[in-house]
């Protein structure tokens, strides 16, 4: 793996998956593995758990994270080749990126997308000019339209979780799939479709799950990264005999970054979760309280959202993993 990106980086999910729980049973099995290693997380945008697990699945390798905040602790960066910088920005990403690639051994970048101009976020003008610059493997923090190291820890919280009876796997004739459904919930921003991707892509690229997404009409997502899903938008039909569900906003993709509908009645209760199969709760988090989920969901013995967090650790710490031995 010479850059983390998305999914299509990855040879085998189910072995990433595994080595992540390798971790999680023995964190310090591989402590000598990023010895003498820096590794840069560059955040352009505000975050606490992909900032925090980073640094510790670094540390549990061996390596020496660096934290630098783009714009608050530095100079605000300038990403468009050939730009005339008589406005805010200072520095160009091209002298900025090859100053790091000499600092550190792995740069980490968090970026947002504007929610402005759809072809502009789509393209990934920002992590791309990091590839280019740099010099050094580059792992994303998040970029403008994926997330993929929060859907390498959903894809290990799912694992973990899926259990079903020896009883129901005999009716069944042998391994059954889960049935996760993505749900569309309500928000007072508009945010970006970054997650929700992610998690299409990695789902559907997993191929082990019979996987709905329900929003809202309008809410369509990137039909690249949806590819092989059911989409519906009746939310209730989605949600019968599902084991997981995963809660999350998203702004509209086609009609791009606005808010159309924000239906307060597309909030999981506890009553529309009677149809699942006693399916576990899913978010990545931040989460606002009884706007796009209830408390009594979140405080409820279905919720693994906290399990998930959690987890975000030996997700980063096995893709650290991979790309240290790339470069070995
Ligand atoms: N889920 C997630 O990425 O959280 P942070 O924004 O706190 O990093």
Redesign the pocket.
Do not use: F, K
């Given at each position: 793996m010479k850059n983390f990106l998305s999914v299509n980086e990855v040879s085998n999910i189910d072995s990433l998956i595994a080595d992540a729980l390798a971790y999680k049973a023995d964190p310090f099995k591989d402590s000598a593995l990023g010895n003498r290693k820096r590794l840069g997380m560059l955040f352009l945008n505000?975050?606490?758990?992909?900032?925090i697990s980073t640094q510790i699945a670094a540390k549990n390798l061996g390596m020496d994270p660096i934290v630098f905040n783009v714009g608050q602790d530095g100079w605000t960066l300038e990403f468009e080749d050939e730009a005339i910088m008589s406005g805010n920005t200072v520095e160009h990403v091209k002298e900025a990126a090859p100053v790091l690639g000499k600092y550190f051994d792995i740069l980490g970048v968090r970026t947002f997308p504007s929610l402005q101009n759809k072809a502009d976020d789509y393209s990934e003008l920002y992590i791309h000019q990091f590839i280019k610059y740099a010099g050094v493997p580059i792992l994303s923090l998040?970029s403008a339209t994926l997330?993929p190291l929060?859907s390498l820890t959903d894809l290990i919280t799912i694992s973990e979780n899926w259990n079903p009876s020896p009883l129901f796997r005999r009716r069944a004739g042998g391994e059954v799939k889960p049935k996760i459904v993505l749900t569309w919930a309500p928000h007072v921003k508009a945010l970006p479709q970054c997650v929700a991707n992610s998690f299409s892509q990695w789902v559907t690229a997993w191929g082990q799950a019979d996987f709905v997404i329900t929003h809202p009409e309008d809410y369509e997502l990137d039909e690249k990264f949806t590819k092989g899903a059911t989409i519906t938008h009746n939310q209730d039909e989605a949600l019968q005999r599902a084991d997981f569900v995963y809660v999350k906003n998203w702004s509209t993709y086609k009609d791009y970054g606005k808010i159309y509908c924000n239906d307060p009645e597309w909030m999981l209760t506890t009553e529309k979760l009677a149809v699942t199969n006693n399916a576990k709760i899913m978010h990545?988090?931040?989460v606002r309280r009884n706007v796009e989920l209830s408390d009594e969901i979140l405080d409820g013995p279905n919720s693994i959202v906290t399990q998930q967090?959690g987890n975000r650790v030996w997700a980063a710490q096995a893709v650290l993993a991979e790309l240290l031995k790339s470069e070995q």
């Open positions: 505000p975050s606490m758990r992909t900032r998040e997330h929060q990545c988090l931040p967090a």
